[in-house]
Protein backbone atom coordinates (compact mmCIF):
# COMPACT_ATOMS: atom_id res chain seq x y z
CA UNK A 1 0.00 0.00 0.00
CA UNK A 2 1.65 3.42 -0.91
CA UNK A 3 2.01 5.76 2.29
CA UNK A 4 0.26 8.34 3.64
CA UNK A 5 0.92 12.09 2.05
CA UNK A 6 0.92 15.43 3.26
CA UNK A 7 -2.20 17.51 2.41
CA UNK A 8 -2.62 20.35 -0.58
CA UNK A 9 -4.52 23.16 0.33
CA UNK A 10 -7.22 23.43 -2.01
CA UNK A 11 -7.34 27.62 -2.41
CA UNK A 12 -9.78 28.05 -5.25
CA UNK A 13 -12.12 26.06 -7.69
CA UNK A 14 -14.92 26.58 -9.97
CA UNK A 15 -17.13 24.49 -12.18
CA UNK A 16 -19.10 25.61 -15.25
CA UNK A 17 -21.81 22.97 -16.65
CA UNK A 18 -25.43 22.76 -18.29
CA UNK A 19 -26.69 23.70 -14.60
CA UNK A 20 -25.03 26.98 -15.47
CA UNK A 21 -22.11 29.14 -14.87
CA UNK A 22 -19.75 28.58 -11.53
CA UNK A 23 -20.68 26.84 -8.09
CA UNK A 24 -23.51 28.79 -6.94
CA UNK A 25 -25.26 27.71 -9.94
CA UNK A 26 -24.39 24.01 -9.67
CA UNK A 27 -25.16 23.85 -5.67
CA UNK A 28 -28.92 25.55 -6.53
CA UNK A 29 -28.96 22.63 -8.91
CA UNK A 30 -28.15 19.77 -6.61
CA UNK A 31 -30.45 21.49 -3.87
CA UNK A 32 -33.04 22.03 -6.25
CA UNK A 33 -32.52 18.43 -7.34
CA UNK A 34 -33.02 20.06 -10.72
CA UNK A 35 -31.27 18.62 -14.07
CA UNK A 36 -29.75 20.68 -16.37
CA UNK A 37 -30.00 18.05 -19.25
CA UNK A 38 -32.11 19.20 -22.38
CA UNK A 39 -33.19 17.14 -25.71
CA UNK A 40 -30.35 17.90 -28.42
CA UNK A 41 -30.20 20.75 -30.61
CA UNK A 42 -26.32 20.52 -31.23
CA UNK A 43 -24.78 20.02 -34.33
CA UNK A 44 -26.33 19.67 -38.18
CA UNK A 45 -28.10 16.44 -37.58
CA UNK A 46 -29.22 16.28 -33.64
CA UNK A 47 -29.08 12.81 -32.54
CA UNK A 48 -32.08 12.05 -30.46
CA UNK A 49 -31.08 12.25 -27.31
CA UNK A 50 -30.29 14.24 -24.27
CA UNK A 51 -27.41 16.27 -23.38
CA UNK A 52 -25.41 19.67 -20.91
CA UNK A 53 -24.76 22.06 -23.20
CA UNK A 54 -23.48 24.79 -21.70
CA UNK A 55 -25.26 28.20 -23.58
CA UNK A 56 -23.67 31.48 -24.97
CA UNK A 57 -19.85 30.30 -26.43
CA UNK A 58 -20.42 30.94 -29.44
CA UNK A 59 -21.41 34.76 -28.68
CA UNK A 60 -18.42 34.91 -25.95
CA UNK A 61 -16.25 37.63 -26.78
CA UNK A 62 -12.84 35.24 -27.20
CA UNK A 63 -9.37 36.89 -26.89
CA UNK A 64 -8.15 38.25 -29.88
CA UNK A 65 -4.76 36.93 -29.18
CA UNK A 66 -5.72 33.13 -29.51
CA UNK A 67 -7.28 33.69 -32.50
CA UNK A 68 -5.45 30.62 -34.29
CA UNK A 69 -6.65 28.57 -32.03
CA UNK A 70 -10.62 29.71 -31.28
CA UNK A 71 -13.08 26.23 -30.94
CA UNK A 72 -15.89 25.47 -28.92
CA UNK A 73 -13.60 23.92 -26.01
CA UNK A 74 -11.30 26.61 -25.96
CA UNK A 75 -14.18 29.34 -25.33
CA UNK A 76 -15.49 27.19 -22.89
CA UNK A 77 -12.54 27.00 -21.22
CA UNK A 78 -12.25 30.63 -20.86
CA UNK A 79 -15.72 30.88 -19.93
CA UNK A 80 -14.93 28.50 -16.89
CA UNK A 81 -11.95 30.69 -16.26
CA UNK A 82 -14.44 33.48 -15.74
CA UNK A 83 -16.46 32.09 -13.08
CA UNK A 84 -15.93 32.50 -9.40
CA UNK A 85 -13.03 34.92 -10.01
CA UNK A 86 -11.01 31.70 -10.46
CA UNK A 87 -9.10 33.75 -12.74
CA UNK A 88 -7.77 36.29 -11.12
CA UNK A 89 -7.09 33.21 -8.42
CA UNK A 90 -4.92 31.68 -10.75
CA UNK A 91 -2.97 34.90 -11.75
CA UNK A 92 -2.52 36.44 -8.14
CA UNK A 93 -0.54 32.79 -7.46
CA UNK A 94 1.16 32.94 -10.60
CA UNK A 95 2.42 36.24 -9.51
CA UNK A 96 3.06 34.92 -5.83
CA UNK A 97 5.36 32.53 -6.96
CA UNK A 98 6.24 33.43 -10.15
CA UNK A 99 5.40 32.38 -13.55
CA UNK A 100 8.31 29.43 -13.86
CA UNK A 101 6.57 27.62 -10.48
CA UNK A 102 3.03 27.10 -11.20
CA UNK A 103 2.25 24.03 -12.98
CA UNK A 104 -0.71 23.67 -15.36
CA UNK A 105 -2.54 19.91 -15.41
CA UNK A 106 -5.57 19.34 -17.36
CA UNK A 107 -7.38 16.63 -18.86
CA UNK A 108 -9.71 16.45 -21.85
CA UNK A 109 -10.86 13.28 -23.62
CA UNK A 110 -11.75 15.55 -27.06
CA UNK A 111 -9.72 18.63 -27.05
CA UNK A 112 -10.85 20.72 -30.00
CA UNK A 113 -11.75 17.73 -32.33
CA UNK A 114 -15.39 19.34 -32.91
CA UNK A 115 -12.92 22.13 -34.66
CA UNK A 116 -11.22 19.74 -36.84
CA UNK A 117 -14.69 18.18 -37.76
CA UNK A 118 -15.67 21.64 -39.13
CA UNK A 119 -12.21 21.94 -41.42
CA UNK A 120 -13.06 18.83 -43.09
CA UNK A 121 -16.41 19.85 -43.63
CA UNK A 122 -15.09 23.17 -45.05
CA UNK A 123 -12.36 22.14 -47.59
CA UNK A 124 -11.54 24.49 -50.21
CA UNK A 125 -11.79 23.19 -53.99
CA UNK A 126 -8.20 21.98 -53.21
CA UNK A 127 -8.71 19.73 -50.22
CA UNK A 128 -7.44 22.27 -47.88
CA UNK A 129 -8.73 23.45 -44.20
CA UNK A 130 -9.81 26.87 -44.46
CA UNK A 131 -7.33 29.20 -42.64
CA UNK A 132 -9.68 30.18 -39.79
CA UNK A 133 -8.88 26.48 -38.75
CA UNK A 134 -5.58 26.18 -40.53
CA UNK A 135 -3.57 26.34 -37.14
CA UNK A 136 -1.83 22.84 -36.66
CA UNK A 137 -1.67 23.24 -32.59
CA UNK A 138 -6.01 23.96 -33.32
CA UNK A 139 -5.85 20.15 -33.77
CA UNK A 140 -3.76 18.62 -31.59
CA UNK A 141 -5.08 17.13 -27.96
CA UNK A 142 -2.83 19.95 -26.00
CA UNK A 143 -4.49 23.03 -27.37
CA UNK A 144 -6.46 23.17 -24.41
CA UNK A 145 -3.18 23.50 -22.12
CA UNK A 146 -1.47 25.95 -24.68
CA UNK A 147 -4.40 28.24 -24.70
CA UNK A 148 -4.62 28.38 -20.93
CA UNK A 149 -1.29 28.64 -20.17
CA UNK A 150 -0.64 31.56 -22.72
CA UNK A 151 -4.31 33.45 -21.14
CA UNK A 152 -2.89 33.24 -17.39
CA UNK A 153 1.10 33.91 -18.68
CA UNK A 154 2.14 30.23 -16.75
CA UNK A 155 5.87 29.18 -17.79
CA UNK A 156 6.14 25.89 -15.55
CA UNK A 157 5.17 21.91 -16.25
CA UNK A 158 2.56 22.31 -18.85
CA UNK A 159 0.65 19.49 -18.76
CA UNK A 160 -2.29 17.37 -20.74
CA UNK A 161 -3.97 14.41 -19.48
CA UNK A 162 -5.62 12.50 -21.67
CA UNK A 163 -7.31 8.63 -20.27
CA UNK A 164 -11.34 9.23 -21.37
CA UNK A 165 -13.54 10.13 -18.54
CA UNK A 166 -10.75 9.76 -15.43
CA UNK A 167 -8.88 12.70 -17.06
CA UNK A 168 -9.40 15.47 -15.22
CA UNK A 169 -9.76 13.28 -11.65
CA UNK A 170 -6.16 12.04 -12.64
CA UNK A 171 -5.05 15.83 -13.29
CA UNK A 172 -4.68 16.22 -9.21
CA UNK A 173 -2.75 13.35 -8.77
CA UNK A 174 -0.47 14.30 -11.22
CA UNK A 175 -0.50 17.92 -9.44
CA UNK A 176 0.29 16.00 -5.91
CA UNK A 177 3.53 14.50 -7.45
CA UNK A 178 4.50 17.62 -9.11
CA UNK A 179 4.34 19.72 -5.55
CA UNK A 180 5.85 16.88 -3.41
CA UNK A 181 9.04 16.73 -5.97
CA UNK A 182 9.47 20.22 -5.70
CA UNK A 183 8.90 20.77 -10.01
CA UNK A 184 6.10 23.51 -9.07
CA UNK A 185 5.25 25.62 -6.16
CA UNK A 186 1.42 25.72 -6.48
CA UNK A 187 -0.28 23.70 -9.56
CA UNK A 188 -3.74 24.77 -11.30
CA UNK A 189 -5.60 21.74 -12.69
CA UNK A 190 -8.83 21.20 -14.34
CA UNK A 191 -10.72 19.65 -17.41
CA UNK A 192 -13.03 20.90 -20.82
CA UNK A 193 -14.59 18.85 -22.95
CA UNK A 194 -17.09 19.74 -25.54
CA UNK A 195 -20.01 18.34 -27.36
CA UNK A 196 -19.11 17.40 -31.00
CA UNK A 197 -20.04 14.91 -33.12
CA UNK A 198 -17.51 12.35 -33.05
CA UNK A 199 -18.57 11.69 -29.20
CA UNK A 200 -22.14 11.84 -29.84
CA UNK A 201 -22.05 9.24 -32.54
CA UNK A 202 -19.14 7.65 -31.67
CA UNK A 203 -20.84 6.37 -28.28
CA UNK A 204 -24.16 5.83 -30.01
CA UNK A 205 -22.62 3.70 -32.29
CA UNK A 206 -21.44 1.53 -28.92
CA UNK A 207 -24.76 1.66 -28.07
CA UNK A 208 -24.24 3.33 -24.99
CA UNK A 209 -26.27 6.80 -25.77
CA UNK A 210 -30.30 6.73 -24.37
CA UNK A 211 -32.54 8.69 -25.92
CA UNK A 212 -34.19 9.64 -22.88
CA UNK A 213 -32.28 11.62 -19.64
CA UNK A 214 -29.77 9.08 -18.20
CA UNK A 215 -30.62 7.48 -15.23
CA UNK A 216 -28.33 6.60 -13.23
CA UNK A 217 -28.77 2.77 -10.96
CA UNK A 218 -32.24 2.72 -11.98
CA UNK A 219 -33.07 -0.53 -12.72
CA UNK A 220 -34.35 0.37 -16.36
CA UNK A 221 -31.21 2.66 -17.04
CA UNK A 222 -30.53 2.41 -20.95
CA UNK A 223 -27.53 4.88 -21.68
CA UNK A 224 -25.39 8.06 -21.03
CA UNK A 225 -26.25 11.43 -21.56
CA UNK A 226 -23.44 13.73 -22.75
CA UNK A 227 -22.35 16.97 -21.41
CA UNK A 228 -19.62 19.52 -21.92
CA UNK A 229 -18.16 21.20 -18.75
CA UNK A 230 -15.02 23.33 -17.35
CA UNK A 231 -13.56 23.52 -14.11
CA UNK A 232 -10.62 24.71 -12.45
CA UNK A 233 -8.68 24.32 -9.28
CA UNK A 234 -6.09 26.04 -7.14
CA UNK A 235 -3.70 23.40 -5.30
CA UNK A 236 -1.06 24.99 -2.60
CA UNK A 237 1.06 23.08 0.19
CA UNK A 238 -0.08 22.44 3.41
CA UNK A 239 -3.61 22.90 5.21
CA UNK A 240 -6.80 24.95 4.56
CA UNK A 241 -10.39 24.78 4.52
CA UNK A 242 -10.71 22.40 1.61
CA UNK A 243 -8.08 19.74 1.22
CA UNK A 244 -7.07 16.77 -1.12
CA UNK A 245 -5.55 14.14 1.35
CA UNK A 246 -5.50 10.91 -0.59
CA UNK A 247 -5.51 9.60 -4.47
CA UNK A 248 -5.47 5.94 -5.91
CA UNK A 249 -4.99 5.30 -9.87
CA UNK A 250 -5.19 2.15 -11.69
CA UNK A 251 -5.14 0.40 -15.14
CA UNK A 252 -6.87 -2.83 -15.47
CA UNK A 253 -6.90 -2.78 -19.53
CA UNK A 254 -9.98 -5.44 -18.94
CA UNK A 255 -11.56 -4.14 -22.10
CA UNK A 256 -11.71 -1.14 -24.32
CA UNK A 257 -15.07 -0.15 -23.04
CA UNK A 258 -16.27 -2.30 -20.59
CA UNK A 259 -15.10 -2.47 -16.97
CA UNK A 260 -13.56 -5.52 -15.25
CA UNK A 261 -16.44 -7.64 -14.11
CA UNK A 262 -15.23 -7.65 -10.64
CA UNK A 263 -14.36 -4.20 -10.38
CA UNK A 264 -10.74 -5.37 -9.49
CA UNK A 265 -9.02 -1.58 -11.07
CA UNK A 266 -11.72 0.37 -9.49
CA UNK A 267 -11.07 -1.28 -6.65
CA UNK A 268 -7.68 -1.52 -6.04
CA UNK A 269 -7.93 2.92 -6.98
CA UNK A 270 -10.09 3.00 -4.10
CA UNK A 271 -7.74 1.04 -1.57
CA UNK A 272 -4.71 3.27 -2.82
CA UNK A 273 -6.42 6.35 -2.43
CA UNK A 274 -8.17 5.67 0.83
CA UNK A 275 -4.33 4.61 1.87
CA UNK A 276 -3.07 7.82 0.84
CA UNK A 277 -5.53 9.26 3.29
CA UNK A 278 -5.18 7.28 5.89
CA UNK A 279 -8.64 6.70 6.41
CA UNK A 280 -10.76 3.55 6.00
CA UNK A 281 -14.62 3.09 4.45
CA UNK A 282 -16.39 4.10 7.68
CA UNK A 283 -14.85 7.86 7.54
CA UNK A 284 -15.95 8.58 4.55
CA UNK A 285 -19.61 10.89 4.63
CA UNK A 286 -20.34 11.31 0.72
CA UNK A 287 -18.90 9.77 -2.62
CA UNK A 288 -20.08 11.28 -5.69
CA UNK A 289 -20.11 7.92 -7.85
CA UNK A 290 -18.91 8.04 -11.83
CA UNK A 291 -22.64 6.50 -12.19
CA UNK A 292 -23.06 6.63 -16.13
CA UNK A 293 -26.22 5.15 -16.75
CA UNK A 294 -24.65 2.59 -18.45
CA UNK A 295 -25.63 -1.06 -17.92
CA UNK A 296 -22.32 -2.64 -16.64
CA UNK A 297 -20.72 0.40 -15.00
CA UNK A 298 -23.14 1.22 -12.56
CA UNK A 299 -23.55 -2.61 -11.63
CA UNK A 300 -19.91 -2.83 -11.11
CA UNK A 301 -19.64 0.41 -9.24
CA UNK A 302 -22.64 -0.31 -6.97
CA UNK A 303 -21.23 -3.81 -6.14
CA UNK A 304 -17.93 -2.58 -4.84
CA UNK A 305 -19.46 0.52 -2.88
CA UNK A 306 -21.99 -1.99 -1.31
CA UNK A 307 -19.35 -4.00 -0.03
CA UNK A 308 -16.73 -1.67 1.05
CA UNK A 309 -18.89 1.01 2.51
CA UNK A 310 -21.25 1.77 5.76
CA UNK A 311 -25.21 1.76 5.46
CA UNK A 312 -24.74 5.43 6.67
CA UNK A 313 -22.41 6.94 3.60
CA UNK A 314 -24.35 8.95 1.13
CA UNK A 315 -23.60 8.08 -2.57
CA UNK A 316 -24.93 9.57 -5.29
CA UNK A 317 -24.23 9.77 -9.30
CA UNK A 318 -24.57 13.49 -10.57
CA UNK A 319 -24.53 12.62 -14.39
CA UNK A 320 -28.26 12.89 -14.35
CA UNK A 321 -27.55 17.01 -13.47
CA UNK A 322 -24.72 17.71 -16.17
CA UNK A 323 -24.74 15.21 -18.60
CA UNK A 324 -21.57 12.33 -18.75
CA UNK A 325 -19.36 15.48 -19.32
CA UNK A 326 -16.03 12.83 -20.09
CA UNK A 327 -13.02 14.39 -19.68
CA UNK A 328 -13.94 17.21 -17.54
CA UNK A 329 -15.97 15.32 -15.63
CA UNK A 330 -13.05 14.18 -12.89
CA UNK A 331 -13.18 17.95 -12.10
CA UNK A 332 -16.81 18.68 -12.02
CA UNK A 333 -17.12 15.43 -9.71
CA UNK A 334 -14.35 16.99 -7.57
CA UNK A 335 -16.22 20.48 -7.74
CA UNK A 336 -19.44 18.79 -6.00
CA UNK A 337 -17.42 16.69 -3.27
CA UNK A 338 -15.60 20.46 -2.44
CA UNK A 339 -19.29 22.07 -2.02
CA UNK A 340 -20.48 18.84 -0.40
CA UNK A 341 -17.76 19.35 2.44
CA UNK A 342 -18.05 23.14 2.23
CA UNK A 343 -22.29 23.55 2.46
CA UNK A 344 -22.84 20.13 3.37
CA UNK A 345 -24.82 19.48 0.48
CA UNK A 346 -25.14 15.21 -0.30
CA UNK A 347 -26.39 15.35 -3.50
CA UNK A 348 -28.73 12.94 -5.00
CA UNK A 349 -29.63 11.00 -8.19
CA UNK A 350 -31.60 12.63 -10.30
CA UNK A 351 -34.08 11.12 -12.89
CA UNK A 352 -33.75 7.76 -11.32
CA UNK A 353 -36.60 6.53 -9.55
CA UNK A 354 -36.45 3.15 -9.44
CA UNK A 355 -32.80 1.54 -7.94
CA UNK A 356 -31.44 -1.41 -9.05
CA UNK A 357 -31.83 -4.11 -6.50
CA UNK A 358 -27.99 -4.69 -6.84
CA UNK A 359 -27.67 -0.93 -5.33
CA UNK A 360 -26.96 -1.43 -1.70
CA UNK A 361 -28.37 1.58 0.71
CA UNK A 362 -25.42 3.82 -0.01
CA UNK A 363 -26.73 4.94 -2.62
CA UNK A 364 -29.45 7.68 -2.46
CA UNK A 365 -32.06 9.26 -4.43
CA UNK A 366 -32.94 12.49 -3.37
CA UNK A 367 -30.28 15.06 -1.62
CA UNK A 368 -29.80 15.68 1.87
CA UNK A 369 -28.18 18.12 4.01
CA UNK A 370 -25.65 16.93 6.83
CA UNK A 371 -21.89 17.79 7.68
CA UNK A 372 -19.20 16.28 5.67
CA UNK A 373 -15.92 15.73 6.62
CA UNK A 374 -14.52 13.56 3.75
CA UNK A 375 -15.61 13.16 0.80
CA UNK A 376 -14.58 10.24 -2.30
CA UNK A 377 -15.29 11.05 -5.74
CA UNK A 378 -14.50 8.06 -8.71
CA UNK A 379 -14.29 8.50 -12.39
CA UNK A 380 -13.47 5.58 -13.95
CA UNK A 381 -12.70 5.59 -17.73
CA UNK A 382 -12.54 3.31 -21.06
CA UNK A 383 -9.76 1.08 -21.26
CA UNK A 384 -9.93 0.48 -16.99
CA UNK A 385 -8.28 3.99 -16.29
CA UNK A 386 -9.11 4.88 -13.09
CA UNK A 387 -9.11 7.28 -10.24
CA UNK A 388 -10.29 8.30 -6.83
CA UNK A 389 -10.29 11.09 -5.11
CA UNK A 390 -10.57 11.89 -1.12
CA UNK A 391 -11.12 15.15 -0.13
CA UNK A 392 -11.11 16.44 3.43
CA UNK A 393 -12.82 19.38 5.13
CA UNK A 394 -10.00 21.72 6.82
CA UNK A 395 -10.68 20.69 10.40
CA UNK A 396 -9.29 17.05 9.76
CA UNK A 397 -5.90 17.31 11.72
Not at 182 to 198: E, F, Q, R
Not at 205 to 228: H, T
Amino acid sequence: MPARISPLQITAYTATTACGHGKTSLHTALADERSGLRRNDFGVHPLDTWIGRVDGLEALDFPAAFSEIDCRNNRLAWYGLQADDFIDQAIAARDRYSAGRVALVLGTSTSSIGATEQAYRELDADGNFPASLASPILHTPHSLGIFVQGVLGLQGPCVTVATACSSSAKVFAQAERLLRLGLADAAIVGGVDTLCGSVLFGFNSLALVSAQPCRPFDVARNGISIGEAAGFALLERGHGALQLIGYGESSDAHHMSTPHPEGLGAERALDDALARAGLDGTDIDYINLHGTASEKNDEVEAALVARRFPASTHASSTKGYTGHTLGAAGIVEASIALLALETGIRPGTVNTSTLDPRCGPQIRLHTGQAPVRHALSNSFGFGGNNCVLVFAHGETP
